[in-house]
């Protein structure tokens, strides 16, 4: 289908699938249950899923295809933001121009930072990426206020010129749309106590994610995607062979900064603003950890890396104590205390620990991240049932399969 | 002419914490080979030594006081600080005065564990795996560190001053023969530069002169024929692990009164420390210490009126612009040596 | 005329001197060793013909070209490629994929942004591939891993990669360095047998006295970074110099 193997047809369509039927997945809770502050199937929640899902699936290939670690990708997710912001000011409410923009700027800005970065590889590499994006962060926020809004921020505003849209009226304030159909526009369906939310710009946004994805699909089986886990596994031998890498690795860079560029474009058209702080260096550290989390170098990986960060960020943060309490009060009282002082710490506010220590579990015990993980388990299974078979298992569980 | 020397010596503190931070940094790199990301989150928890040790001191019980009043009327309520009890109220107050420089007996055992723990327990796993995996799971520990700080002090900065003794400004321009007041400087930005001048001294007479350090210089310049000699070189890479961890939690503790500590103050470091690694050149000790104070005095002297009048903003970039520049021209850096992490 | 020439090739690190006016000519179809003892200056040599190395002084002429100034990929482009001494594949790689990439160098040249057609779908790469495979005898191991073989395999692996660009100018460091007799002699047959049937030029450098003597059509003799002889095996065999560099009457 489409060009693709079998399992990656498959692959793809289970992607789809849970893309389109994500407001009934997400929301498998009664409105009204105990349990409905795990649902995550609300509009805003939705559409960062899959825009970081977008992030990260770029992000892999560059890191995932060539092993080369960039600490600074949030840097294009923000240019692309602010470019998309800008064209919500200058042409249109309309989100296409925005983020066909976003994806250009971020692009472009990636080739410049990619040319100079990629002259050095390894931990030079990374330094340099970081440098960029400090540098970006700190321009933002100071000399380019003008341009970035500063401290504050960029949104649209009543008078910006818009030139395309005819002039909004009084009092009317500007919300991002695609042709008439806002962004924010919803549709609830109620079935017995449940609802599920129906929204806009999550399905806009889920496209741009089917076809991203679609598309990584085929950079990772094609010739280039090849030369890119070549250049992972031994560029010596692939330069002896007579193939320059840093085209292909500079290739590899604009990509993942496009991809960058159009979750920075989606996200501008979903709530139309763009801060400095989404180029900060915890925000390319994020990405990072979606990617691994989820198993870098493989298809599926980064896409339920960011769905699992984004996911747990949500739920965990919005967990108080009060919560925690309601949960443990079958308890004893001292015991009760006890689990809600250990847990205390973890949630709320506490989520950067949680997730910190999730990268270090991560990275130290399950270094081919969920994916893996979730062959090991299969292949335990497998292996129950059919104990010779270890060879063919160990061969599907590498990377890119 | 006193606005060069002036920016000299403004560039002198922060370039100190640079350099002592960029040192532990190469030295763990030079030795374990193990790039860390951790690093900023000792200098930060170095820091936090010293706000814990002076929030100890300050511990008061209260005590109802009947020859005062309070407006109510009622017998007024002091609190105590329980050190009064024990040393009376004099020495009392020195010693809560000269919390921070007491800070650094009570930071080194700390760190030097802390070192300790994080090496045998963490980064020994990671000596063989990809530099990439190095990064990633210090990075995670960073996270883990400051969000700990920060669960236990909060988030905002805890102002920690420096003993009434060093309060006051050095009129370098009257000693210097120019006008009085032209330049003038902080006295505890004075001590934090020579404080770290005798770490930095220290840790390299501690390198050149003892058989320990000559080991572990062997041991940076060729880690596997120093092995193949017999010489336990592990044990010696944890201590060394002890002692970076413990330049770069002094480093922390000193700098408490110049900038109050919050917990992401490790990061904003380490971002910077590791820049100034790769630019003074990764595994050169020298280079570590001399790029640090020179982007030191280079951001200074980028934050002058008259050269953000020409070129907005360079202050905030001026680093990062120069790191690059050199890691495109000098990819070694300004003293490294050939085949470290080259690629 | 040789197809590769090298000319009063100087080279020197800081302060030593590995290469000294270094000539040497390298006749079409055959198999040139070059031997000397420990610290000759074989490796340099070999490292300035693949652009490794820069040459301070001299010229290294490949088919015509200068190689001086030349990236790694430029050379190989002209037809030179390289076995090493640890063989250097891409080990994360299948075997398959792995003799597929120069076949890709080959045809589609140093660089080319083919993004969206699946590997799948170029046939001729793949069946180029196979039948490579096929000639060194691993086309049962085509879907392996290649980090997962024998060492021996590998070294078969990396020759099968370097022949399946119909190089013109094969260099070999040591193929046969760290292998055991069965496998030296195989390497030998499967050396032999490529001279044999394709024609191709190779410069061997060789510990083994054994290999160099089965193989080698010419020899040349490097020691403290010069050239002392070359010429025939017949010849070299007891010629007084080479004695003198081995036995250490150079000191």
């Known amino acids: 289908m489409f060009g693709l193997r079998k399992s990656d047809s498959a692959l793809l369509l289970i992607v789809i699938a849970l893309t389109v039927l994500a407001p009934f997945i997400l929301n498998p809770f009664p409105e009204n249950s105990v349990m409905a502050q795990f649902n995550a199937g609300y509009p805003d929640l939705m559409q960062r899923l899959v825009i970081f899902g977008i992030f990260a699936i770029g992000f892999n290939i560059l890191f995932g295809l060539t092993g080369y670690l960039s600490f600074g990708h949030a840097a294009f997710l923000g240019v692309g933001s602010y470019a998309g912001v800008w064209m919500i000011k200058l042409l249109t409410l309309n989100v296409i121009p925005a983020i066909v923009v976003s994806v250009i700027v971020a692009g472009a800005f990636s080739l410049l930072v990619g040319w100079i970065s990629l002259r050095r590889s390894g931990i030079y590499f990374s330094i340099l990426t970081l440098a960029f994006a400090q540098m970006s962060y700190a321009l933002a926020y100071s000399v380019l206020t003008p341009i970035t809004g500063g401290e504050t921020g960029l949104q649209p505003k009543v008078g910006d010129p818009r030139i395309l849209d005819a002039a909004l009226e009084e009092g009317v304030t500007p919300r991002a749309n695609l042709f008439g159909m806002f962004m924010n526009d919803s549709y609830d369906m109620v079935v017995g106590g449940w609802i599920f939310t129906f929204n806009v710009g999550y399905y806009i946004a889920a496209i741009c994610m089917v076809l991203a994805f679609y598309l990584s699909i085929r950079i990772f089986r094609s010739p280039f995607g090849l030369m890119l886990r070549a250049v992972k596994s031994n560029q010596q031998r692939l330069n002896y062979t007579g193939i320059e890498s840093k085209p292909y690795t500079l290739a590899a860079f604009v990509i993942s900064g496009m991809y960058a560029g159009l979750a920075g474009g989606l996200l501008v058209a979903m709530d139309t603003q763009a801060g400095a702080e989404r180029m900060f260096w915890t925000a390319s550290g994020e990405v990072v950890l979606m990617t691994i989390l989820g198993g870098a170098g493989t298809l599926i990986g980064p896409v339920l890396g960011a769905g699992f960060i984004k996911y747990f960020e949500n739920i965990v943060s919005k967990i108080n104590a009060n919560i925690l309490e309601t949960w443990f009060s079958f308890m004893p009282d001292g015991l009760s205390d006890v689990f809600v002082g250990i847990i205390y710490p973890f949630i709320g506010k506490g989520w950067h620990l949680t997730l910190g220590i999730l990268f270090m579990l991560v990275v130290i015990f399950l270094p081919g991240g969920l994916v893996q993980g979730g062959q090991k388990i299969a292949g335990m299974f497998k292996n129950k049932k059919d104990g010779s078979d270890s060879a063919t298992s160990s061969a599907s569980a590498a990377p890119a399969e | ?343 | 005329m040789g197809i590769l020439e090298v000319q009063n090739v100087n080279k020197s690190f800081g302060g030593l001197k590995a290469l000294t006016n270094v000539n040497l000519n390298v006749e079409e179809g055959m198999i040139h060793a070059i031997i000397g003892p420990n610290g000759a200056g074989k490796s340099t040599l070999l490292n300035c013909f693949v652009g490794r190395l820069i040459p301070d002084t001299g010229a290294v002429t490949f088919d015509g070209q200068s190689l001086l100034g030349k990236k790694p990929h430029e050379i190989n482009q002209t037809g030179v490629s390289r076995v090493f001494q640890t063989p250097e594949i891409f080990s994360d790689l299948t075997v398959l994929e792995n003799v597929m990439i120069p076949c890709f160098a080959k045809r589609d040249g140093a660089y080319s942004l083919n993004a969206i057609n699946s590997v799948r779908n170029e046939k001729d790469i793949l069946e180029k591939a196979e039948q490579m495979l096929v000639d060194v005898n691993m086309a049962d191991k085509r879907d392996m891993v290649a980090s997962s073989m024998s060492r021996g395999d590998k070294r078969r692996l990396e020759m099968a990669m370097c022949l399946s660009q119909d190089p013109k100018l094969l260099l070999l460091d040591e193929p046969t360095a760290g292998m055991a007799r069965a496998d030296t002699n195989n390497t030998i047959e499967l050396l032999a047998e490529i001279q044999e049937k394709r024609h191709i030029t190779m410069v061997v450098i060789e510990h083994d006295m054994h290999v160099v003597f089965s193989l080698a059509q010419k020899i040349s003799v490097l020691a403290q970074g010069t050239v002392i002889v070359e010429d025939l095996p017949d010849k070299i065999k007891g010629h007084p110099k080479v004695q003198e560099a081995y036995l250490g009457g150079a000191h």
């Open chain 2, 1 to 343: 002419m006193e606005a060069i020397v002036l920016q000299i010596l403004n560039g002198l503190d922060k370039g100190s914490a640079y350099a002592l931070i960029a040192l532990g940094l190469t030295l763990i790199f030079g030795t374990l080979g193990v790039v860390n990301f951790a690093h900023g989150a000792l200098f930060m928890i170095g820091a936090f030594c010293a706000v814990t040790l002076s929030k100890i001191l300050t511990l008061s019980h209260v005590v109802i006081d009947a020859t005062k009043k309070d407006f109510l009327g009622n017998p007024l309520k002091v609190e105590v600080p329980y050190i009064y009890d024990f040393v009376g109220e004099n020495a009392g107050n020195v010693i809560i005065d000269w919390a921070v420089p007491l800070s650094i007996l009570f930071a080194i055992p700390i760190m030097v564990l802390i070192g300790f723990i994080m090496e045998r327990g963490l980064i020994k796993h990671f000596y063989k795996r990809p530099h990439a995996d190095q990064i990633l799971v210090t990075f995670g520990l960073a996270i883990v560190m400051q969000e700990v700080i920060k669960y236990f002090y909060g988030a905002n900065p805890i102002p920690t001053p420096a003993p009434e003794a060093f309060k006051g400004s050095l009129d370098f321009g009257a000693m210097l023969g120019f006008e009085a007041n032209s330049i003038i400087y902080p006295y505890w930005r004075l001590v934090y530069f020579s404080f770290a001048a005798v770490i930095i001294g220290g840790v390299f007479a501690f390198l050149q002169f003892t058989t320990f350090g000559m080991v572990v210089r062997a041991g940076m310049a060729d880690r596997e024929t120093v092995g193949l000699l017999g010489i336990n070189i592990d044990k010696r890479f944890t201590i060394m692990f002890g002692l970076a961890a413990a330049v770069a939690g002094l480093a922390g503790v000193m700098y408490t009164p110049i900038n109050s500590p919050n917990y992401h103050m490790g990061m904003d470091f380490l971002v910077l420390s590791f820049v100034v690694v790769v630019v003074g050149g990764m595994g050169s000790l020298s280079g570590a210490v001399l790029a640090g104070f020179l982007l030191g005095i280079l951001e200074s002297f980028a934050s002058m009126t008259a050269v953000l009048e020409t070129l907005p903003g360079i202050n905030q970039i001026i680093i990062y612009l120069v790191a690059i520049i050199v890691l495109l021209t000098r990819p070694r850096g300004l003293m490294g040596k050939a085949g470290v992490m080259e690629e």
